[in-house]
């Protein structure tokens, strides 16, 4: 929007100018050279005209209130679009002038409501919002009083969407929609949060990972988790188990599934089959195959089923903290891992309370809880978070 | 000079007096059989005796035995139908409303017309008493034509006559034929059936004296002839003597014989007015039985003429009996034949009688695409050689009105034409426009194409009468009979303007059913449209603006001697999408620049016709822009703009996006000085302001 400052002329006749008159009023619409404003000194009364064609925005001095040369009286608007409704004469008055023959329609002629919008719709207007199932709320309206106009409507149909997006399921999101809602239903889901210092681990990882990766067993944090995960279900041993009708089946092995997310495509648990047995290296080198053939589609099938856990690292994407995390069934917890960030925490350091910056991320286990309580959820989440934490910088 | 009937011993050797009899017997019973039965049955709702006037028309109808002959009556003629030939059954059928016989059940019964390939037709008679004479004179005038110009033998003896009563002899038609009769010395026989009222007006009030033969004694180049209606030999030999005054060419006759009126005007009418004495005096006037006195026993029995009497009774229940077995018409046909109707294949439903294609005329060849030749011309010269071109290729073309000939018209438009193909085809007419109009429908009907000019728009008000009838001709007679002319009319402002000659006002033709209305701006269109006109089927309204008559802007290369423009068509001037503007005539170059000054991107339509008008090229504009403005120079309230703007607003309300506006003349005359008149005109100014206004709405 571009504005010019109506001023007051410098050269004056007379000692001080006053202002009489103000001829038009904010939102009038002013052609270059129309008289907007009457001074009055004591000698003469002076005209200031329009720097330029535009709108009147502001009036800066009221009447009776002196002006000084140069002083600022009010703001033209040169990029405003006149109202139209301001050239229009007031009918009451002035029906002659634009029709001084009687003639032509009182709809062109007046605009009836003053300073109200003009709500009601053409009868074209009223068809296109029909047709396209818009609401006139949504159109902002150019015409006189601001109508909205048939070209409003076109305008509004083509920068919105048309009509609301119907995108049709694929086999994946029904997939999906199946599985969330029959997990949810099946198991209650609570979530118990910790919270990691992953200051041992970044060391580990700053110290190792340039070996690792030479061995094809690019260190990614997810390596640790998966490790840690394993060891926590030493201590917590049910949380790798399946609810049956009568038992519950306790699983030997870790099969721990990580969550990669295909964009589009969607979510896909490729399986560290026995990751209780991985050392390290093998978890990161397992895991760089999965993650690689997952992005590729070059999964088989066997390395998406028998999965007894899974993590989603869903950090990755920003989020801090997600819950639940919907248990990917028939398996009774699920570990989220929220965004790795430097806080400042408080340690204690030579028996004082010290304010350090470390390395957190929250971590929570989604449990089914027929099948754990709080109790063995926390002590698997105790041991999970102390293995990342005590994690020893040699190998 | 009245002639005197001679006594006569013995019955004379024309008419045939059984013929006489047989006809006047019929016309009584049927009198007899609508008063008595079907008015109280309330079968017929109009009815109109001819007790007393029925045979002096008898008489009458039987002298008309030339194939060419031609009647033009009023509604109390149908004795001179039935003589000559009209069927019962088509009579009454028609009384009573019924398909069939004059009109279909459109019209009244006693509103007669007779189309006759072999014998003398009745040209439609009209509800106006006084209409019946101008036309008249114009089929005599067409009697005329045929046999000096077209040469056509066969019209050698014709005559029109036209009927009226005492009443008539003071209307506006009748004074206008008078002088037409007497002036251009046509073979025409005023018949005047004086029976001293018209409905309860007594006669003197008519004309001086009450005897227009009288009056009109002394009036020169008409024979007068002046009788008793009710005595036999009398009135018999009265009319042969005039018709044969009038077949030898002589000139125009009027014979008035009196006759009394022996029932009320109509049925309705209880004669109030009339005391006994009167009403016993009139019956014993009674023509029937004095026929019988005279002739029987000399010309017949007293058995035959009961016999006579018997059967003609017993012929008009034959006759009612086949009527009444006439169904009504569908009534959703009742919207056919206004105009000129085709079938499926498109050939035309051509009328029995009247137009050019009826006498086989030669189809030209026509196009519309036009191809231009030369220089540009005026619209002054482009009408001025259409009518050249259709002069010299059709022998039944005639150009008249006032100052055509060798003025050449106070517009110039006929100039040399007259020269050219000689006064018996392009002449000055008497300064009467119901004679113009008139005449021209008796020319259509007799197979001419006549062009009547119009001096100045305003001056056709006299003409009225006869403009809205020739329009509803086709409609009224069930398409038996149709009239097509072309009138030519300058309508508009010029340099400054007054109410007499400025008048645009062409709405008002448009609401006349049965005319179409051509409004060209521009040279080209001109040609087009009144070439079609003069070689259509339908009578039509051809007006000249006067203001484009040379104007820079309606100039155009003429077109070719083909270009024929289909009534109906828009033509788009200027392409847009901000606003559609509907206009014609003078208005077209207005609102051309008025367009330019609001650089507005507007569709411009000039929709050079008005009846009809090209509705889909409108709505199919108003479709893409959403707005329109109608623009015309005629003045607001009424003015055709109006029904453009229904018509838009009810068939193209979902596609507007602001108020259908017009721009006009306010409701006043044109005012006479340039200033007043300019500023009262549609401005290209005030047309630019409206087309914003209506743009930003």
């Given at each position: 929007m571009s504005t010019i400052d109506i001023l007051m002329p410098f050269e004056q006749e007379g000692s001080k100018s006053v202002i009489r008159a103000w001829l038009k009023k904010p939102g009038d619409a002013v052609k270059q050279d129309e008289p907007i404003v009457e001074l009055e000194t004591d000698k003469v009364a002076v005209e200031v005209p329009s720097p330029a064609d535009g709108v009147l925005q502001s009036i800066a001095l009221n009447e009776g209130d002196e002006a000084a040369p140069g002083a600022t009286l009010g703001v033209l608007n040169t990029s405003a679009i006149p109202d139209a409704r301001s050239e229009t004469p007031d009918p009451g008055t002035n029906a002659k002038s634009s029709d001084p023959l009687g003639l032509g329609s009182a709809a062109l002629r007046a605009s009836g409501r003053d300073d109200e919008i003009e709500m009601r719709l053409s009868p074209l207007v009223k068809r296109l919002l029909s047709e396209h199932k818009l609401s006139p709320s949504e159109i902002a309206g150019s015409g006189r009083d601001g109508r909205i106009t048939h070209t409003d409507v076109e305008a509004h149909i083509k920068r919105a969407p048309l009509g609301p997006r119907k995108i049709p399921h694929d086999p994946m999101r029904r997939s999906i929609a199946e599985h969330m809602s029959r997990s949810v239903a099946t198991a209650p889901h609570v979530t118990a949060v910790f919270e990691a210092d992953f200051t041992a681990i970044a060391a580990h990882r700053a110290k190792h990972k340039g070996q690792y990766e030479k061995a094809g067993a690019p260190l990614t944090y997810s390596a640790y988790i998966v490790r840690a995960a394993a060891e926590a279900m030493r201590v917590s041993p049910n949380v790798n188990a399946r609810w049956r009708d009568d038992f519950l089946e306790v699983?030997?092995?870790?099969n721990i599934g990580m969550g990669v997310a295909l964009g589009e495509m969607g979510l896909i648990v490729p399986v560290i089959q026995r990751a209780q047995t991985l050392s390290l290296k093998e978890t990161a080198a397992r895991l760089a195959d999965l993650t690689g053939r997952a992005r590729s589609r070059q999964l088989k099938p066997a390395d998406v089923q028998g999965g007894t856990f899974t993590i989603s690292n869903h950090g990755v994407s920003g989020s801090l903290l997600a819950t639940p995390i919907i248990i990917n069934q028939p398996q009774s917890a699920i570990l989220g891992v929220g965004k790795l960030e430097k806080r400042v925490v408080v340690r204690d350091v030579n028996g004082a309370d010290a304010i350090q910056v470390r390395p957190m991320a929250y971590v929570s286990l989604t449990i089914d809880h027929r099948v754990i309580d709080g109790r063995q959820t926390n002590v698997w989440l105790t041991r999970f978070v102390e293995v990342l934490e005590s994690w020893p910088l040699e190998d | 000079m009245s002639a005197r009937a001679k006594p006569s011993p013995r019955p004379a050797p024309t008419p045939d007096w059984a013929r006489v009899v047989s006809l006047v017997q019929r016309s009584r019973a049927m009198d007899t059989l609508e008063e008595t039965r079907l008015i109280p049955e309330k079968k017929i709702f109009y009815q109109f005796s001819a007790r007393g006037h029925d045979m002096g028309q008898v008489l009458l109808g039987l002298q008309l035995t030339h194939p060419k002959d031609a009647i033009c009556g009023y509604y109390r003629s149908r004795p001179i139908l039935l003589a000559l030939g009209v069927r019962l059954e088509d009579a009454l059928g028609s009384s009573m409303g019924r398909a069939g016989g004059y009109s279909d059940g459109r019209d009244i019964g006693a509103v007669f017309n007779y189309p006759n390939a072999h014998g003398a037709s009745a040209l439609p008679m009209c509800g106006g008493v006084g209409a019946q004479y101008t036309p008249t004179a114009g089929y005599a005038q067409a009697v005329e034509y045929h046999r000096r110009v077209l040469n056509d033998r066969a019209f050698d003896g014709a005559i029109g006559v036209a009927l009226g009563g005492d009443a008539s002899v003071a209307t506006n038609g009748f004074w206008s034929a008078l002088t037409m009769a007497t002036t251009l010395k046509l073979p025409m026989l005023f018949y005047v059936e004086d029976n001293g009222y018209g409905i309860s007006t007594p006669g003197w009030l008519q004309t001086p004296g009450s005897n227009i033969a009288e009056n009109l004694a002394s009036f020169s180049g008409l024979k007068v002839y002046d009788g008793d209606g009710t005595d036999p030999d009398a009135a018999s030999t009265l009319i042969r003597e005039a018709v044969s005054h009038v077949r030898a060419g002589r000139g125009p006759a009027l014979l008035r014989l009196a006759v009394p009126r022996l029932q009320g005007h109509s049925f309705q009418d209880t004669q109030a007015y009339k005391s006994k004495d009167e009403i016993a005096s009139e019956w014993s006037r009674d023509p029937l039985p004095k026929l019988k006195a005279r002739l029987v026993p000399s010309a017949m029995s007293a058995a035959e003429w009961e016999a006579l009497e018997t059967e003609a009774k017993e012929e008009v229940e034959r006759a009612l009996r086949v009527a009444e077995q006439r169904p009504i018409a569908e009534p959703r046909g009742v919207t056919r034949f206004v105009f000129s109707e085709t079938d499926d294949r498109g050939k035309v439903l051509l009328q029995q009688e009247g137009g050019l294609w009826n006498a086989s005329c030669a189809r030209p060849p026509a196009t519309d695409e036009p191809t231009p030749e030369g220089a540009r011309i005026n619209m002054i010269t482009a009408i001025r050689r259409t009518l050249d071109h259709e002069l010299s290729i059709n022998p039944r073309v005639l150009v008249f009105g006032e100052d055509v000939g060798p003025k050449g018209g106070v517009h110039g438009v006929t100039l040399g034409l007259q020269e050219k193909y000689g006064s018996d085809r392009v002449f000055d007419t008497s300064l009467s426009e119901e004679g113009i109009i008139g005449r021209a429908v008796g020319m259509a009907i007799a197979g001419l194409m006549p062009v009547p000019e119009i001096q100045f728009r305003k001056y056709a008000d006299p003409a009225c009468e006869q403009i809205n009838d020739c329009g509803t001709m086709r409609w009224r007679t069930a398409n038996r009979f149709a009239a097509p002319m072309v009138v030519r009319m300058p309508v508009g402002f010029f340099k400054c303007g007054d109410p007499w000659h400025s008048q645009t006002n062409e709405v008002q033709f448009v609401h006349s059913p049965g005319w179409r209305v051509a409004c060209p701006s521009n040279a080209e269109d001109a040609v087009g449209l009144l070439r079609t006109a003069l070689r259509g089927n339908d009578p039509v309204m051809f007006l000249e603006h006067r203001n484009m008559l040379d104007a820079a802007s309606a100039r155009r290369p003429y077109p070719g001697d083909d270009f024929a423009l289909r009534f109906g068509i828009a033509k788009r001037v200027r392409e847009g999408g901000d606003i559609t503007i509907v206009t014609w005539g003078a208005m077209v170059e207005r609102c051309e620049a008025g367009a330019d000054k609001a650089g507005a991107s507007a569709d411009i339509l000039d929709l050079r016709t008005l009846s009809p008008w090209d509705r889909e090229a409108v709505l199919a504009s108003v479709g893409r822009t959403h707005r329109c403005l109608i623009v015309h120079e005629d003045i607001m309230t009424g003015g055709f703009g109006a029904e453009i703007a229904a018509v838009v607003a009810d068939e193209g309300f979902l596609d507007l996006d602001a108020p259908v506006a017009r721009l006009t003349m306010p409701d006043i005359p044109s005012p006479h000085h340039p200033a007043l008149m300019e500023w009262a005109l549609p401005s290209v100014e005030r047309i630019a302001a409206k087309i914003e206004e209506m743009v930003r709405f």
């Open positions: 699983f030997t092995d870790v | -």
